[in-house]
């Protein structure tokens, strides 16, 4: 994973579909929020926007398709990001919600969720008491008996059908396991290196944000893939952002930041955009003597098929 003179990629999670507008009024939730927000990140040295839609009227998650079209088109105008898109939309989404967008217009990236498993933020609902909306509540209480489902068979299907479209993955682990998962599908070429693998580090239901799963899933992939197989990135949750992201840049790693990932930008301060995060972690990497990835250093280093390629309109 570290290679001499490496450049490291930033990405940045915009809105998610965890947080709800009531746990902070800095969180994205319209088309034209987004996209502000993304553009901003972009300019602060994101290469890679992550992406989910919302509900423009109450922030909702949303896979709706129009929505993703008052999204991507404006985005691909004013930014030379590279836009991904997610496949995992909402715990509570079905498989074909989650792909209406990407399908249609198969992007360079999609993120992929490598493996079913408990995902959960119900406690902080606990701490809340009063609700800008009422979907908020049902939404992150229901988490607590839900299971985010990414069956094999699920997989391979967005392996298939987008990777034929010449898609690249952004492939979310959440736990050695999932690794293996992947493993899976590596070693029966349905997917082919070179690999974009998101370790996630604090999600309640997956690994823990321990300095020591950071070193268990980078030699766990070494064996798997083999280390000029692959790219990683690390996504601390919450309050373990920075901690983890500057851990995975020393040790290797690219690195996600984002209002998706955590709503902070230090103990008991709201991050008031997707760029203080940016700016944060850039700061961070810079001054630990690396430089951060262009949005074409980042396309060439995880072979992309280009913005070109990508017709949103």
């Not at 129009?66 to 404006?74: K, W």
């Not at 064996?223 to 949750?237: H, I, K, T, W």
Request: charged content about 20%.
């Amino acid at each position: 994973m570290t290679k001499n003179n490496r450049k490291i990629i930033i990405s940045c999670a915009i809105t998610g579909s965890v947080h709800t507008p009531t746990m902070s009024e800095y969180l994205p939730a319209t088309p034209a929020q987004i996209v502000e927000s993304a553009v901003e990140a972009a300019e602060a040295g994101a290469a890679i926007l992550h992406l989910h839609a919302r509900h423009p009227e109450n922030g909702r998650p949303s896979g709706d398709p129009a929505h993703y079209g008052m999204i991507c088109p404006e985005l691909s105008r004013r930014t030379k990001a590279v836009i991904n898109i997610t496949t995992g939309g909402s715990t509570q989404m079905k498989i074909e919600e989650r792909l209406a967008y990407p399908m249609t217009v198969k992007p360079e990236m999609c993120s992929l969720n490598m493996g079913s498993m408990n995902f959960s933020i119900h406690p902080i609902a606990e701490r809340i008491t009063q609700w800008q909306y009422a979907w908020e509540k049902e939404k992150v209480e229901g988490m607590k008996d839900l299971v985010f489902k990414n069956t094999f068979a699920d997989i391979e299907y967005i392996l298939r059908n987008l990777g034929e479209g010449g898609t690249r993955f952004e492939l979310e682990c959440y736990d050695v396991g999932q690794l293996y998962n992947l493993a899976y599908f590596v070693d029966r070429q349905i997917i082919k290196p070179p690999l974009f693998i998101q370790a996630i580090f604090g999600i309640l239901g997956g690994l823990g944000s321990d300095a020591e799963n950071l070193f268990v899933m980078r030699s766990t992939a070494d064996r798997l893939f083999g280390r000029d197989s692959y790219q990683m990135s690390v996504l601390g949750a919450g309050r373990h952002q920075m901690a983890v992201l500057t851990m995975g840049a020393i040790l290797g790693a690219n690195v996600r930041c984002g209002l998706e990932d955590n709503l902070y930008l230090g103990p008991g301060v709201k991050a008031k955009s997707n760029a203080e995060q940016v700016r944060k972690i850039r700061r961070i990497i810079e001054e630990l003597s690396y430089e951060i990835a262009t949005p074409a250093e980042a396309r060439e280093m995880l072979q992309l098929k280009g913005a070109e390629n990508v017709r949103f309109d």
